[in-house]
Each structure stands twice: as structure tokens, then as C-alpha cells.
């Protein structure tokens, strides 16, 4: 034969000829047969473990701090109950009291009261016409003084009687 052995064929000794390639994957495959399998992540313990201690630690920093709340927030509770129990009783001394001032504030009690001391009704009362007449005007006020201006031309007299001309001015 002239050729090289390709592939699919056979050599002379009746050996079947493989590629390079082919060479490589073998060496390849027995490299992974020499190491132990690769196990997949989420198979694996350590992860787990770790996973597992680090929610145990959350688990126990939430609890201590709930637990921490708690008896901080102690002293609140009673107090609440003894303002819900007051809070009770202003609700109903507010009832009664707006009862009360709804029973007062009819139209018969007013009416009764009224009549004890001696009004009228309106409709009850003599009804007299009489001529209104008008009311006065108050008087306007007294005008200001005129206001008096003294001009004086030049260096000025020598005394105040020498004065010159004086003008009335109104405002």
C-alpha cells in the first residue's frame, strides 16, 4: 500500500490505526480514571455543614435578641392593661355624660324651663306695630385750625415784630 492508514482502515499487522486526536482522548481518559470522580457541589457535606452552623448562629443572635426585648418590654404590659381598663371607663362616663346633655338640651326641657321662669313662648306673646323712627347722625367733628406759614425773603429782620407778610394756609 502506498497510502498512509487512515481512520477506518487497518495496518499491515492487523492493528487498527488511530489518530492523533484520538491518542490524546486516551491519554485524557486515563489522567480522570487516575483521580478520584468529581462529586457535584451541592453533594457536598463540608458545604453543608457550613451552611447549617451559620443558620444555627442566626437562629441563636435572633433569639437571644427577641428573648433581650422581652424582658426589656416587661413593664410594659401592665401598663397597658391599667390604661385600657382606664380608657374603659372614660369611654363610658363620656356615654353618660353626652346622654345627659342630649336629655337637657330637648326641646320639651327647654320649653318647661322656660315657662318656670315666666318667658313666653313667641308665638304666645302680644304682637304690637309701632312706627320706627330713624336715628340721629352724630355731629361730624370740628374742622382743624388753619395752618400759618411765615415766608421770609433775604437775611431776616432784625426781630420778630418787623416780620413780613404772614399767609393762611388750609389744609
Same mark, same amino acid.
Given at each position: 500500500m502506498t497510502a498512509l492508514p487512515g481512520q477506518g482502515q487497518v495496518?499491515?499487522?492487523g492493528r487498527r490505526v488511530q489518530?492523533?486526536?484520538a491518542q490524546t482522548m486516551t491519554a485524557t481518559q486515563a489522567m480522570m480514571a487516575a483521580q478520584p470522580a468529581a462529586r457535584p457541589r451541592?453533594?457536598?457535606d463540608v458545604l453543608w455543614r457550613r451552611r447549617a452552623l451559620r443558620l444555627l448562629g442566626v437562629w441563636a443572635l435572633l433569639s437571644v435578641v427577641l428573648v433581650g426585648l422581652r424582658v426589656s418590654t416587661a413593664a410594659i404590659r401592665p401598663e397597658l392593661r391599667d390604661a385600657q381598663t382606664t380608657q374603659a371607663e372614660l369611654v363610658k362616663q363620656r356615654?353618660? /355624660?353626652? +346622654?345627659?346633655?342630649?336629655s337637657l338640651g330637648s326641646a320639651n326641657r327647654i320649653s318647661a324651663w322656660a315657662e318656670e321662669a315666666?318667658?313666653?313662648?313667641f308665638a304666645d306673646s302680644l304682637k304690637r306695630s309701632a312706627e320706627l323712627s330713624g336715628v340721629?347722625?352724630?355731629t361730624p367733628p370740628a374742622p382743624p385750625p388753619? /395752618?400759618? +406759614?411765615?415766608?421770609q425773603w433775604?437775611?431776616?429782620?432784625?426781630?420778630?415784630?418787623?416780620?413780613?407778610?404772614?399767609k393762611l394756609v388750609s389744609p
Open positions: 495496518a499491515e499487522e489518530s492523533p486526536a451541592w453533594a457536598d356615654d353618660a /355624660l353626652s +346622654l345627659e346633655v342630649q315666666g318667658m313666653l313662648r340721629e347722625a352724630p388753619p /395752618l400759618k +406759614l411765615r415766608w433775604g437775611p431776616g429782620p432784625a426781630t420778630p415784630e418787623d416780620s413780613s407778610p404772614e
